[in-house]
């Protein structure tokens, strides 16, 4: 709520289904639109339209449920459309183990969706993170208008615990919407490659969006030469600044490690215990709340180790090729859990231990 | 007339000469001037389809989405602007076929909404291959023995719905089109419109090809309305 929030469409679908009932039961009284879909394709479109007419909307869905999204995901990557996607992962292919816990759908935020546009990727380590970065997820949307993903599992959703109070922040969320002149055009070009956002019914303008490759105005084009510079607006003048803005990861631990254990998302506390037991001055924890695209800084900080463990919770090491993607760097060393249950800090604790000594 | 509010001058319109479709965005933009609408308060979402390229030729808001999907964000930009007058147009193709699910349901939910479909009985874009609505034996490079499948009745599918609004017209007749449709948008609630309209790619192949379904082009149905009194709504 404290991204500004106000318009949920979804339909149900564990683990991700607490969010829709939590929004339409204070709806009324928080000024949420929130509507059950008829399916989910239907969802991702309502989203889009919402945002178009000036709302802050989100999606909430499970792996299979986010599949019928990607049409409506690319749908939004081409209009330049913000969105945000609470994506909580259970394990899978297909139905899988629908109540159970996993982080295999990195993968499948990262490259969903027919075509290239820019996203960005959050996975919260706990609930104050959860909140945090949900809020700078919309944040983040608006901004660059795009999509943004909070990636969670049902391990992060289901789990309760008494935090400190979130900090609210005193003024209310910045709006990127502008009001529009006679003469506005949705997609005028600009050095970072974001046209103000205006909306229908306030100002002058007209609002022209379309699915198709489109002029400065909106309309459908078949100029190739103007194809070729609104991909470039869209996508390439847009990267820097989306770079910029990524997280950092956190480092837990001595900053004169030795070993380096990466993990990211909901795995964060138990392996921070985990590591926490095993009482080695030269171990760190580089836990990643920001998973695509990665800081500038990952590269410096595996580089720093002489041996590295990847810890994930899916059978390939996801967040692994990603890294790989990013920094060249292949780790060698994994700890993969993908049985459906959530880590236990012995567990952990154990399977390091072994790569340590 | 009097379509001059909504009319973008001299622009290069996609569609084949005498298609249907040019008669549907006159009385289209005649029925928005005759209203009394600002364009800046007109909101035109689409799908995909030759039908769903008419908001790019009429001066208004659009929302040219994907392909079955105008509905979904049709509702939605109602629901957060509800001072917007929001028109979902689009094909047979679209709106019955790829995005039959949501046609269900929008009715269901009765957004205040007008929802005009262009029903040529065929897929213009892709050329010509068999909608949901297209008569049975009509023969094409997909159905090439002939569609055997029961066309789509949307009108009583909408009205066994409920729908509050459905009505049926033909796009040659463009004063009743015209009429129609302005009761349309001032309805409160989902309103049907569906529009028979010719495509005139597809006479020639279903000359070429013989099929039974030449009537339905050269002899249009019946252009009386079909509708239903608007229900009291809770």
Same mark, same amino acid.
């Given at each position: 709520m404290a991204g500004g929030r106000n318009f949920i469409s979804s339909y149900p679908m564990s683990p991700s289904t607490a969010v829709l009932t939590f929004l339409a039961r204070h709806g009324r009284d928080l000024g949420v639109i929130a509507e059950q879909a008829e399916d989910e394709i239907a969802a991702m479109n309502m989203a889009i339209g919402a945002w178009y007419t000036g709302a802050r909307a989100m999606v909430t869905t499970s792996g299979g449920g986010f599949a019928l999204m990607t049409e409506g995901l690319s749908l939004a990557g081409m209009l330049e459309s913000p969105m945000v996607v609470h994506l909580a992962q259970r394990p899978g %292919?297909? /139905?899988?183990? %629908? /109540?159970r816990t996993e982080q295999a759908d990195l993968e499948l935020a990262l490259y969903a969706g027919h075509g290239e546009f820019p996203r960005i990727i959050l996975a919260p380590g706990n609930l104050t993170q959860a909140y945090a970065c949900t809020r700078l997820a919309f944040d983040l949307a608006d901004r660059f208008q795009i999509p943004v993903f909070v990636l969670t599992d049902q391990y992060l959703v289901d789990t309760y615990y008494n935090v400190e109070p979130f900090e609210i922040p005193k003024t209310g969320p910045l709006r990127y919407i502008v009001k529009s002149t006679a003469d506005y055009r949705r997609y005028t070009q600009t050095e970072d490659g974001i046209s103000p956002r205006a909306i229908p019914g306030w100002g002058d303008g007209l609002v022209v969006l379309d699915s198709d490759e489109h002029d400065e105005q909106g309309h459908i084009t078949e100029d190739l030469d103007l194809r070729v510079q609104m991909v470039q607006k869209r996508l390439h003048k847009k990267l820097p600044e989306i770079q910029a803005a990524a997280l950092s990861p956190t480092l837990i631990g001595p900053k004169s490690y030795k070993d380096l254990i990466l993990c990211w998302g909901s795995t964060l506390e138990v392996v921070k215990e985990a590591v926490t037991l095993l009482t080695r001055k030269d171990l760190a924890l580089l836990h990643f709340h920001q998973v695509y695209p990665l800081h500038a800084d990952t590269a410096a900080y595996l580089k720093k180790a002489r041996r590295v463990i990847l810890l994930e919770g899916n059978a390939t090491g996801q967040l692994g090729k990603v890294i790989q993607l990013a920094t060249g760097i292949s780790i060698e060393r994994k700890i993969l859990r993908f049985n459906g249950l959530p880590l236990s800090v012995e567990d952990v604790a154990l399977k390091l231990k072994e790569h340590l000594t | 007339m009097n379509t001059n509010t909504f009319d973008m001058g001299r622009i290069d319109i996609a569609w084949c000469p005498g298609c249907g479709n040019f008669q549907i965005r006159k009385a289209v933009m005649a029925a928005l001037t005759e209203l009394d609408l600002d364009p800046r308060q007109v909101v035109l979402v689409s799908g995909i389809g030759q039908a769903a390229k008419i908001p790019h030729y009429i001066r208004a808001h659009v929302f040219n989405g994907l392909h079955g999907r105008a509905l979904p964000a049709a509702t939605a930009i109602k629901a957060t602007n509800p001072r917007l007058t929001v028109i979902a147009v689009s094909g047979d193709g679209d709106i019955y076929g790829e995005g039959g699910n949501h046609f269900i349901h929008t009715i269901r939910r009765n957004p205040d909404i007008t929802n005009v479909v262009h029903n040529n009985m065929v897929y213009g874009l892709t050329k010509g291959q068999a909608s949901p609505t297209s008569q049975r034996g009509f023969k094409t490079s997909v159905q090439v023995a002939g569609v055997f499948l029961e066309p789509f009745n949307p009108l009583a599918v909408a009205i066994a719905l409920d729908g509050g609004f459905v009505a049926r017209t033909f796009s040659g007749d463009v004063d009743r089109t015209k009429e129609i449709l302005k009761q349309a948008i001032q309805y409160r609630g989902y309103a049907l419109i569906d529009i028979f309209q010719p495509a005139s790619h597809s006479i020639k192949s279903i000359h070429s090809s013989g099929s039974r379904t030449t009537p339905i082009i050269s002899t249009p149905p019946t252009t009386r309305p079909t509708v239903k009194p608007p229900l009291p709504r809770p």
């Open positions: %292919p297909a /139905t899988g183990l %629908p /109540t | -």
